[in-house]
C-alpha cells in the first residue's frame, strides 16, 4: 500500500524541539523528492525543507533559518525533520509529501503543492 504517515507532532514551549517523523510506505527513495510542508487554517500549505534522491539536493525554506533539519534514513524509509528552537509562528499541521524529481525542480518553479502524494499531517503547537 502506498502512503505517508507523519508522526511527532505535539506541544511544545517556544524556544523547544520536536522531530517529526514521515514513514514512506509502497514507494522507495530512488528518483523522488520528499517534503515537509506546514498549514496553518485559512492559509495557504507551504514548504518548509526537501530532500531528493539520488542528487541528494536539500531544502530550506527561508523561514526556517537554519532552526530544521532534514534526514533520511533509507534503510527504514523514514524521512524526518528535527526541529530546534521552535517558535509560535510555527504552530501548524505539517504534513510530509513525496512525487518524482528533485527538490531543485521545485525550488526552480514547479508546483510544490503539485507533490502527487501526501500523508495526512501531524500538529504541531508552540506556546509563547
Known amino acids: 500500500e502506498e502512503r505517508l504517515v507523519e508522526s511527532g507532532g505535539g506541544l511544545v514551549q517556544a524556544g523547544g524541539s520536536l522531530r517529526l517523523s514521515c514513514k514512506v510506505s509502497g514507494f522507495t527513495f530512488d528518483d523522488r523528492a520528499i517534503a515537509w510542508f506546514r498549514q496553518v487554517p485559512g492559509m495557504k500549505r507551504e514548504a518548509v525543507s526537501c530532500i531528493s534522491f539520488p542528487d541528494g539536493y536539500i531544502y530550506y525554506a527561508d523561514f526556517v533559518s537554519g532552526r530544521f533539519t532534514i534526514a533520511a534514513d533509507n534503510q527504514k524509509n523514514t524521512v524526518s525533520l528535527q526541529m530546534k528552537n521552535l517558535k509560535p509562528e510555527d504552530t501548524a499541521t505539517y504534513y510530509c509529501?513525496?512525487?518524482?524529481?528533485?527538490?531543485?525542480?521545485?525550488?526552480?518553479?514547479?508546483?510544490?503543492?503539485?507533490?502527487?502524494?501526501w500523508g495526512r499531517g501531524t500538529l504541531v503547537t508552540v506556546s509563547s
Open positions: 509529501a513525496l512525487d518524482f524529481g528533485s527538490c531543485n525542480d521545485y525550488e526552480e518553479g514547479n508546483d510544490w503543492l503539485g507533490m502527487e502524494n
